[in-house]
């Protein structure tokens, strides 16, 4: 579930217009809402939480968090205004502080124990701000600085307020107030050179640099396309650079290597993807990454950790080592100088250990945990996590299930117990369990120790009770107001003034709350409304405000407990009075709240085949192109190879996405072309198959206008003249010879000739895939549907695309679906069509051999 923080500059500098009259704080606005409009077109989005927080003093500054729900958010962000200083630092770590509330109660950090990639809360921060200096109260900063002090209990265990799964990325507004007669600059937007800039690296994110309206929606774009589960990690060289490799892809070793100066390589501060599980959706793992200490039971306390672990690599080609069934975890590198490097040497058989410095117990290095290694097919590159100091417990394992057949002798359990010495106590649990799923014998202790001291486990209990206070604390202070500084109080001593209880106003309010008089209607005063009157029906009509079950008049009992059993029970859809249109009006600020809409939606189901690709949203435009291809970071410049992209038809360069004549009159036959690839198709074979309550039998073979209207409407092949067009081959459904069509009240005679009208479409193999996997989903869907009617399968099989081999599997996937769901009716229909296919391929088969005997 990723968390997206917006933090918004609210100070006085905001308020500045532009060349287009509008504020920096409306454009921040805009910006945000047409973020979460570019988010909401993934359907992971679903999940998402949004926060957002100002610059105001903490904890006011927080005006949506943990509990509130995206309506909040949508009402705080519309009614920010800009009034203050520019107190980035203060702000920045109020919004650290707010994603860590509930890290130490979770235990996702999971402190002295090693960290594991898969405990995650993937956390995009985004800034909005004008660049300006950073003021306070203390003056002018010329640097960014957060304050060290943390409300937060157990701040201390981390040497930066964020963590790696949390990145800040900032748009820094510099958009002028005057237009500009200079041309728009394009390519990529370029980073901003205020203080921020550096937190932003640091945390593994950037900046931009945001000088026209038309680059703030290019950077949304590429921030839309950040959102990614992922943690950042600092990866550094050790040793001497690697021999260089030959075009053969062999080492080199006659060409000198540049091992002392520095390359980009050498030193990446990237993040690695960690994909969720599919069928779960939550990522699960294996080994975590060792800590950079050896935990010890005379430790007092725990060391401060950095944010990002620093995993060294060594440039030594070795050979990559798994084992059956022994788990290991695989992430893939974010594109980087040190991905491209790897990639480029094109050795995907071999690999660079990973290590983490003072690990290990008897070694400053430490034991390598896993490899860097570039994909089969020189991609990508993974970071492979293994055991700690794999080299030595796979071949250990090895021998085991194949030389002692899980009966080790002595030596093995000496050579294994030399091992487990050199691992730290927080990997003992992760190898039980691994060794478990492999069926090995139980060979580590139940009794498992953790390697921390009492008191520092004593002490990080102590810590998870005072950070729930903490957030308590914090969250009930969420959308509270700032208190207003008020001025000088003056107490009024002349004692001129009438006590309220002597108000006449007041003691006839009084009277009638406890009941000894009932207000009427019509002793409402309107002399203090003029030209206002209330009309009344009836003038001696008075409210029911019953306090007392005895005041009710006898006739009127029935009716007064209808209306409490309503109000009680609710049994009303909707409030009297309201008719059932007004139940659906939505005031004009709530209708973007599509979020909580979407909340109260079921998980939608998985698909049936995970083969099919998945299609592009295409809603309000079929034609709508994949705009993720508009990349505007320098490190998309290291994907390696190009992207190929599968045409589908209806886009440009495509021969379907010509304009559509509205007038068709001559429709050629492609018979002529199957025949020459020695395929004889039968006539409209499936129409003739389809029973005669399905099609059409007036004589033409052409369905009604009543039948076509029927049809669904994202049916494409329905053309709107009232035509099914069979797509691919230009020919009718029925294989008519003579019809009447009716475009626009006129009358037009369709004689189809062959060889009248050269056959300009041209369907590609990528083309016939792409038509063949949507007709396969249409199917799917078709056979689910109730009732018996089963004119739209056997039309979508009419328009499968290939040789009678393909249609002929098509039917035999149909008949299995309508197996599924118990469609008898409709698989006796489907066996005759197979039938009628089968008795075809004969056919072209006895045809064929008997030209090549007369040959």
Request: proline share 8%; aromatic share 8%.
């Given at each position: 579930?990723?968390?997206?923080?917006?933090?918004?500059?609210?100070?006085?500098?905001?308020?500045?217009?532009?060349?287009?009259?509008?504020?920096?704080?409306?454009?921040?606005?805009?910006?945000?809402?047409?973020?979460?409009?570019?988010?909401?077109?993934?359907?992971?989005?679903?999940?998402?939480?949004?926060?957002?927080?100002?610059?105001?003093?903490?904890p006011y500054c927080i005006k949506a968090g943990w509990k509130e729900n995206h309506a909040t958010f949508m009402s705080e962000l519309k009614n920010l205004q800009a009034s203050g200083l520019t107190t980035?630092?203060?702000?920045?770590?109020?919004?650290?502080?707010?994603?860590?509330?509930?890290?130490?109660?979770?235990?996702?950090?999971?402190?002295?124990?090693?960290?594991?990639?898969?405990?995650?809360?993937?956390?995009?921060?985004?800034?909005?701000?004008?660049?300006?200096?950073?003021?306070?109260?203390?003056?002018?900063?010329?640097?960014?600085?957060?304050?060290?002090?943390?409300?937060?209990?157990?701040?201390?265990?981390?040497?930066?307020?964020?963590?790696?799964?949390?990145?800040?990325?900032?748009?820094?507004?510099?958009?002028?107030?005057?237009?500009?007669?200079?041309?728009?600059?394009?390519?990529?937007?370029?980073?901003?050179?205020?203080?921020?800039?550096?937190?932003?690296?640091?945390t593994g994110g950037r900046s931009y640099c945001v000088r026209t309206q038309r680059m703030l929606n290019q950077c949304l774009e590429s921030l839309v396309q950040k959102i990614q589960s992922g943690v950042?990690?600092?990866?550094?060289?050790?040793?001497?650079?690697?021999?260089?490799?030959?075009?053969?892809?062999?080492?080199?070793?006659?060409?000198?290597?540049?091992?002392?100066?520095?390359?980009?390589?050498?030193?990446?501060?990237?993040?690695?993807?960690?994909?969720?599980?599919?069928?779960?959706?939550?990522?699960?793992?294996?080994?975590?990454?060792?800590?950079?200490?050896?935990?010890?039971?005379?430790?007092?306390?725990?060391?401060?950790?950095?944010?990002?672990?620093?995993?060294?690599?060594?440039?030594?080609?070795?050979?990559?080592?798994?084992?059956?069934?022994?788990?290991?975890?695989?992430?893939?590198?974010?594109?980087?100088?040190?991905?491209?490097?790897?990639?480029?040497?094109?050795?995907?058989?071999?690999?660079?250990?990973?290590?983490?410095?003072?690990?290990?117990?008897?070694?400053?290095?430490?034991?390598?945990?896993?490899?860097?290694?570039?994909?089969?097919?020189?991609?990508?590159?993974?970071?492979?996590?293994?055991?700690?100091?794999?080299?030595?417990?796979?071949?250990?394992?090895?021998?085991?299930?194949?030389?002692?057949?899980?009966?080790?002798?002595?030596?093995?359990?000496?050579?294994?117990?030399?091992?487990?010495?050199?691992?730290?106590?927080?990997?003992?649990?992760?190898?039980?369990?691994?060794?478990?799923?492999?069926?090995?014998?139980?060979?580590?202790?139940?009794?498992?120790?953790?390697?921390?001291?009492?008191?520092?486990?004593?002490?990080?209990?102590?810590?998870?009770?005072?950070?729930?206070?903490?957030?308590?604390?914090?969250?009930?202070?969420?959308?509270?107001?700032?208190?207003?500084?008020?001025?000088?109080?003056?107490?009024?001593?002349?004692?001129?003034?009438?006590?309220?209880?002597?108000?006449?106003?007041?003691?006839?309010?009084?009277?009638?709350?406890?009941?000894?008089?009932?207000?009427?209607?019509?002793?409402?005063?309107?002399?203090?409304?003029?030209?206002?009157?209330?009309?009344?029906?009836?003038?001696?009509?008075?409210?029911?405000?019953?306090?007392?079950?005895?005041?009710?008049?006898?006739?009127?009992?029935?009716?007064?407990?209808?209306?409490?059993?309503?109000?009680?029970?609710?049994?009303?859809?909707?409030?009297?009075?309201?008719?059932?249109?007004?139940?659906?009006?939505?005031?004009?600020?709530?209708?973007?709240?599509?979020?909580?809409?979407?909340?109260?939606?079921?998980?939608?189901?998985?698909?049936?085949?995970?083969?099919?690709?998945?299609?592009?949203?295409?809603?309000?435009?079929?034609?709508?192109?994949?705009?993720?291809?508009?990349?505007?970071?320098?490190?998309?410049?290291?994907?390696?190879?190009?992207?190929?992209?599968?045409?589908?038809?209806?886009?440009?360069?495509?021969?379907?996405?010509?304009?559509?004549?509205?007038?068709?009159?001559?429709?050629?036959?492609?018979?002529?072309?199957?025949?020459?690839?020695?395929?004889?198709?039968?006539?409209?074979?499936?129409?003739?198959?389809?029973?005669?309550?399905?099609?059409?039998?007036?004589?033409?073979?052409?369905?009604?206008?009543?039948?076509?209207?029927?049809?669904?409407?994202?049916?494409?092949?329905?053309?709107?003249?009232?035509?099914?067009?069979?797509?691919?081959?230009?020919?009718?459904?029925?294989?008519?010879?003579?019809?009447?069509?009716?475009?626009?009240?006129?009358?037009?005679?369709?004689?189809?000739?062959?060889?009248?009208?050269?056959?300009?479409?041209?369907?590609?193999?990528?083309?016939?895939?792409?038509?063949?996997?949507?007709?396969?989903?249409?199917?799917?869907?078709?056979?689910?549907?109730?009732?018996?009617?089963?004119?739209?399968?056997?039309?979508?099989?009419?328009?499968?695309?290939?040789?009678?081999?393909?249609?002929?599997?098509?039917?035999?996937?149909?008949?299995?679906?309508?197996?599924?769901?118990?469609?008898?009716?409709?698989?006796?229909?489907?066996?005759?069509?197979?039938?009628?296919?089968?008795?075809?391929?004969?056919?072209?088969?006895?045809?064929?051999?008997?030209?090549?005997?007369?040959?």
């Amino acid at each position: 579930m990723p968390i997206l923080l917006f933090l918004i500059d609210t100070s006085a500098s905001m308020n500045q217009r532009t060349d287009l009259g509008t504020s920096y704080l409306d454009i921040a606005k805009g910006a945000v809402e047409l973020f979460l409009k570019l988010r909401a077109r993934d359907p992971a989005s679903r999940g998402d939480r949004y926060m957002l927080v100002t610059y105001d003093e903490p904890p006011y500054c927080i005006k949506a968090g943990w509990k509130e729900n995206h309506a909040t958010f949508m009402s705080e962000l519309k009614n920010l205004q800009a009034s203050g200083l520019t107190t980035l630092g203060q702000a920045l770590r109020s919004s650290f502080d707010l994603l860590n509330l509930n890290r130490l109660i979770s235990g996702i950090d999971n402190y002295g124990q090693g960290r594991n990639p898969f405990f995650l809360e993937p956390s995009i921060l985004i800034t909005i701000t004008d660049g300006n200096k950073l003021t306070s109260t203390a003056g002018v900063q010329e640097e960014l600085h957060l304050p060290l002090n943390s409300p937060l209990p157990g701040s201390e265990l981390t040497k930066e307020p964020f963590r790696w799964d949390q990145r800040l990325f900032a748009l820094v507004l510099r958009l002028p107030g005057l237009a500009s007669t200079e041309p728009e600059h394009l390519g990529s937007v370029p980073t901003d050179e205020s203080a921020i800039t550096q937190m932003c690296e640091v945390t593994g994110g950037r900046s931009y640099c945001v000088r026209t309206q038309r680059m703030l929606n290019q950077c949304l774009e590429s921030l839309v396309q950040k959102i990614q589960s992922g943690v950042v990690i600092n990866f550094e060289k050790t040793g001497p650079d690697p021999l260089p490799v030959g075009e053969d892809g062999l080492t080199d070793s006659s060409r000198p290597s540049n091992s002392f100066a520095a390359q980009p390589w050498h030193s990446c501060h990237k993040l690695i993807y960690v994909r969720p599980n599919s069928k779960t959706g939550v990522p699960v793992g294996h080994w975590p990454i060792p800590e950079s200490f050896w935990p010890d039971q005379n430790l007092p306390s725990l060391p401060p950790r950095t944010s990002h672990p620093v995993v060294r690599f060594s440039c030594v080609d070795c050979e990559p080592m798994v084992i059956d069934k022994l788990p290991f975890d695989k992430y893939e590198l974010e594109p980087s100088p040190l991905t491209q490097y790897i990639l480029e040497r094109k050795s995907p058989h071999t690999c660079w250990q990973v290590f983490v410095t003072s690990s290990g117990k008897y070694n400053e290095l430490g034991y390598p945990f896993g490899y860097l290694k570039a994909s089969t097919t020189l991609t990508c590159v993974n970071l492979f996590v293994m055991p700690y100091n794999y080299p030595v417990l796979l071949p250990l394992l090895d021998d085991l299930f194949k030389v002692h057949k899980l009966k080790p002798n002595l030596k093995w359990r000496q050579a294994f117990d030399s091992y487990l010495k050199t691992l730290p106590p927080y990997y003992l649990l992760p190898l039980k369990k691994a060794l478990r799923m492999m069926g090995a014998p139980n060979l580590i202790s139940d009794n498992l120790d953790c390697g921390l001291s009492y008191s520092v486990i004593s002490y990080l209990k102590k810590l998870s009770q005072q950070t729930k206070l903490e957030s308590e604390r914090i969250l009930a202070s969420v959308g509270k107001k700032p208190p207003q500084e008020i001025g000088i109080k003056v107490k009024n001593h002349s004692g001129g003034g009438v006590s309220f209880t002597h108000s006449k106003n007041f003691r006839k309010l009084l009277k009638e709350i406890i009941g000894e008089s009932a207000p009427r209607l019509t002793e409402l005063n309107t002399k203090e409304f003029a030209g206002f009157q209330v009309g009344l029906l009836n003038k001696d009509l008075k409210p029911q405000t019953y306090r007392n079950a005895y005041d009710i008049p006898r006739r009127g009992l029935l009716d007064q407990l209808t209306r409490m059993r309503s109000n009680l029970l609710k049994t009303h859809k909707f409030i009297v009075g309201q008719d059932e249109d007004s139940l659906h009006s939505v005031p004009v600020a709530q209708m973007g709240n599509y979020q909580e809409y979407l909340k109260t939606l079921a998980s939608p189901l998985r698909e049936i085949d995970p083969d099919q690709p998945k299609r592009l949203h295409t809603f309000g435009n079929p034609f709508k192109q994949d705009k993720k291809g508009m990349m505007i970071d320098e490190a998309d410049e290291f994907v390696a190879g190009p992207q190929n992209k599968v045409k589908r038809p209806g886009e440009p360069n495509s021969p379907l996405s010509s304009k559509r004549r509205r007038n068709v009159t001559v429709i050629p036959d492609v018979h002529e072309e199957k025949r020459e690839n020695g395929q004889i198709p039968p006539d409209g074979f499936l129409s003739k198959s389809a029973p005669p309550e399905l099609m059409n039998m007036a004589g033409d073979g052409i369905p009604h206008h009543h039948q076509l209207d029927s049809l669904s409407d994202d049916f494409t092949s329905l053309r709107k003249d009232g035509l099914i067009h069979k797509p691919g081959t230009h020919a009718l459904l029925g294989g008519s010879k003579h019809c009447s069509v009716s475009v626009d009240d006129r009358k037009a005679s369709v004689t189809p000739t062959l060889g009248t009208v050269p056959n300009t479409l041209q369907i590609t193999p990528a083309m016939a895939q792409g038509i063949n996997a949507d007709i396969k989903h249409q199917l799917m869907k078709e056979v689910r549907k109730f009732g018996r009617k089963y004119e739209r399968i056997f039309i979508l099989l009419e328009e499968v695309q290939g040789s009678l081999a393909v249609k002929k599997q098509f039917v035999e996937f149909t008949i299995k679906e309508a197996a599924r769901f118990k469609r008898r009716v409709l698989i006796q229909y489907l066996e005759k069509v197979l039938d009628k296919i089968d008795s075809h391929h004969h056919l072209n088969n006895v045809n064929h051999i008997n030209r090549r005997s007369s040959c």
